[in-house]
């Protein structure tokens, strides 16, 4: 059982930047893909990136790719998401997950555990 814990969320002016993290607990942590998404309201969770075991191979949703970057520090069980260049259109509750396959994936279903959420809204 791994349990996710986000933070760093909150209300930044566009053009602003956050970073959030994610504190895994369990001693497997290293072994897990991680992902982050995002779901504004009345809208369907989306990927926003993921980053494999080792923080050696990452993804990105086109509309964060080159604003946003995902890394990790496996000696802290913790997964970062730098955010630059904040638009509006990024306001959303973020959510990071943990994959037990260790498989990186944009699909929600490969995550076998999520965290709670943390809001960020960006004001224009």
């Known amino acids: 059982q791994v349990e996710l814990v986000e933070s760093g969320g909150g209300l930044v002016q566009a053009g602003g930047s956050l970073r959030l993290s994610c504190a895994a607990s369990?001693?497997?942590?290293?072994?897990?893909?991680m992902g982050w998404f995002r779901q504004a309201p009345g809208k369907e969770r989306e990927f926003v990136a993921t980053?494999?075991?080792?923080?050696?191979?990452?993804v990105y949703a086109d509309s964060v790719k080159g604003r946003f970057t995902i890394s990790r520090d496996n000696a802290k069980n913790t997964v970062y998401l730098q955010m630059n260049s904040l638009k509006p259109e990024d306001t959303a509750v973020y959510y990071c997950a943990a994959a037990n396959s260790g498989a990186s994936t944009r699909w929600p279903g490969g995550y076998n555990y999520w965290g709670q959420g943390t809001q960020v809204t960006v004001s224009s």
């Open positions: 369990g001693r497997t942590f290293s072994s897990y893909a």
């Open positions: 980053i494999n075991w080792s923080g050696g191979y990452t």
